[in-house]
């Protein structure tokens, strides 16, 4: 059983930046990929990023390349998405999760950021409100 706790959210002005955590509990940590996904408003749960268990390779929405950056520290059971240059249409919730091995996270194809059903679990998610 993992649980995952996502921190960092907040309001921001657009061109701002904010950190996320996702912090795990267990000591599988570092066999599973994790994910963060987001929800706006009246839109369904999308990928954002993910970052593989194994190797760390990652993966990126089109939407945030070149903008946020997601990494983990095993040592702490801790997956971050730095998040810069933000934008008001990045308002939404910021879902973690965590996908046991590589299959969540390019597993099918480079650019794979999974699905809902690859990943075991999910945390309660955190808001990240991006307005002037």
């Known amino acids: 059983q993992v649980q995952l706790v996502e921190s960092g959210g907040g309001l921001v002005q657009p061109g701002g930046s904010l950190r996320l955590s996702c912090a795990a509990s267990g000591s599988t940590f570092g066999y599973y990929s994790i994910g963060w996904f987001r929800q706006a408003p009246g839109e369904e749960r999308a990928g954002v990023s993910c970052i593989r268990s194994k190797d760390d390779r990652s993966v990126y929405a089109d939407s945030v390349k070149g903008r946020f950056t997601i990494s983990r520290d095993n040592a702490k059971n801790t997956v971050y998405l730095q998040m810069n240059d933000l934008k008001p249409e990045d308002t939404a919730v910021y879902y973690c999760?965590?996908?046991?091995?590589?299959?969540?996270?390019?597993?099918?194809?480079?650019?794979?950021?999974?699905?809902?059903?690859?990943?075991?679990?999910w945390g309660q998610g955190t808001q990240v409100t991006v307005s002037s």
């Open positions: 999760a965590a996908g046991w091995g590589t299959i969540p996270c390019g597993g099918r194809y480079a650019s794979d950021l999974g699905r809902d059903d690859d990943y075991d679990y």
